[in-house]
């Protein structure tokens, strides 16, 4: 395993373990978390860990012309049934999905250093949020960053605190982004909410090839 020292390149991402770990430790960094998405690399550990980068293979990901809404989320957009916005309150989405309790996990992998990060990266128009609303109440939403230049949004987490909420901002948020011409959206590994959403696992050397090659 590579343990990074302060401001050292990552190691080739074929150097990853066979749960898609890379490297331990480094800094949490503007510059480095720039470089990471760029490279089909994320942060992704909890308070009581080092910092862990991680480069899975497979990587699940959402191709939005293969997005799948299911008849009853037809009809809660048809109605609309949430308000959505974008970029309206960013760290009221990132503090929301730290504190939402999920099943099987304890405690939160979104640290304050995480927050704090993610919210400066917010400030240089790279990470971007989704907020769902019910009358005027926060009531889901969801962030990721968002690397334009490539066309690939990577998704990191979502919350929600009142039924479909979430679905309803990923999913309106995916019909946007396919009008901007992007190509792919990072959902990193695999869960099968993600699946029943279309979501599908490619090659890790596929996933980069999509990094690499102009938009």
């Not at 980069?208 to 102009?214: C, D, G, I, K, Q």
Request: proline share 4%; hydrophobic share 35%; net charge negative.
């Amino acid at each position: 395993m590579h343990y990074l020292q302060h401001n050292e390149k990552f190691p080739p991402v074929s150097d990853t373990d066979e749960h898609g770990l890379l490297a331990i430790g480094g800094e949490l960094s503007i510059p480095r978390l720039i470089y990471a998405y760029n490279h089909g690399i994320f942060p992704w550990y909890d308070a009581s860990q080092p910092l862990l980068w991680w480069s899975p293979d497979p990587r699940m990901v959402l191709f939005p012309k293969n997005l799948k809404v299911s008849k009853s989320m037809k009809q809660l957009l048809r109605k609309e049934k949430f308000k959505v916005t974008f970029n309206k309150d960013f760290r009221a989405v990132i503090e929301a999905c730290a504190d939402i309790r999920r099943e099987g996990q304890h405690g939160t992998w979104i640290t304050q250093e995480m927050i704090d990060c993610f919210g400066d990266l917010h400030e240089l128009n790279i990470a971007h949020s989704v907020e769902v609303w019910e009358d005027d109440n926060l009531v889901g939403g969801l962030y990721g960053i968002y690397l334009e230049d490539k066309k690939v949004f990577c998704g990191e987490s979502m919350f929600t605190r009142a039924s479909n909420a979430s679905k309803y901002g990923f999913i309106t948020l995916v019909r946007k982004l396919k009008n901007e011409g992007v190509k792919l959206i990072d959902c990193q590994v695999y869960t099968q909410h993600l699946e029943s959403l279309g979501a599908e696992e490619i090659s890790r050397d596929e996933f980069l090839s999509y990094l690499e090659s102009p938009a």
